[in-house]
């Protein structure tokens, strides 16, 4: 498809001459702030289902030259929805080694180091993420901010491999783990609203799921994130660093964001 970046004359402000819907309504990511928020009770903690994976599986780590993406088996899904939506990869948002503000998602205009996103679609009606991504609810997408703190083995899991896939276009594949471990302990409290793909082709077929509380990855996790990938390929002469690969909040318009908790 048509050549898009986070900076330059591909940056996000053209990406809706190639990408129309990139221009339209429903837009993600947003900033959820307090007054747009709704208190909805019926919304119920999330349930994921073969998380767990086994070590003996092998996953695809890949760099995309848009962010690092890891492959997940459609076993894994989300029960806790009208529909099952099954998963499909995670990839994550970061900022840079001198920008520790790189989240899509900010909470009352606080930008969080880093994002993880788990993207999912709905198997209940469709055969698979191709021809779901632009149906309206065709996605779902898990977000799990991420603050720089502690240690976070789980994140080890994957990160340890970055080097392998320094340049666009390089795969390794790495043993599983239980993805559980990358989410925060409560999958209680969250934001809901409806909203879209935040690269191109920016389709607003995602049911976003937020949590409202981060995660943390040491500085030296943090750092490695933000310093070891390049968006361009091994034999292109300028090697250009993958950083800052986030998406600017966009209009929440007159969507009302729902929140599962009450502050
Ligand atoms: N923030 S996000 O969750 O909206 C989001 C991304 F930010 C992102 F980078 C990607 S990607 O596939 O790594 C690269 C762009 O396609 C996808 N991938 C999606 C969109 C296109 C596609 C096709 C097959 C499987 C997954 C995806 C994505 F859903
Ligand atoms: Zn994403």
Sequence with gaps: GAKWTYSGPYGEQSWSRSFPFCGGAFQSPIDFQTPILRYDPALSPIEVKNYNLPPSEQLTMSNNGHSVKLSLPSSMHI?????RYSASQLHL?????SLLEGSEHTINGKQFPAELHIVHFNSDKYSNISVALDKSDGLAVLGILIEVGNFNPAFDRFLKYLNGVKFKDQKVQIAAFNIRELLPDGLHEYYRYDGSLTTPPCYPSVLWTVFKNPVTVSRQQFLSLATSLYSSSSQESAPEPLNRN???TQLADNRVILVSFQQ
């Design 79 to 83: 029960s806790s929805m009208p529909y």
């Design 93 to 97: 948002h970061w900022g840079s080694s």
């Design 246 to 248: 986030f998406r600017k």
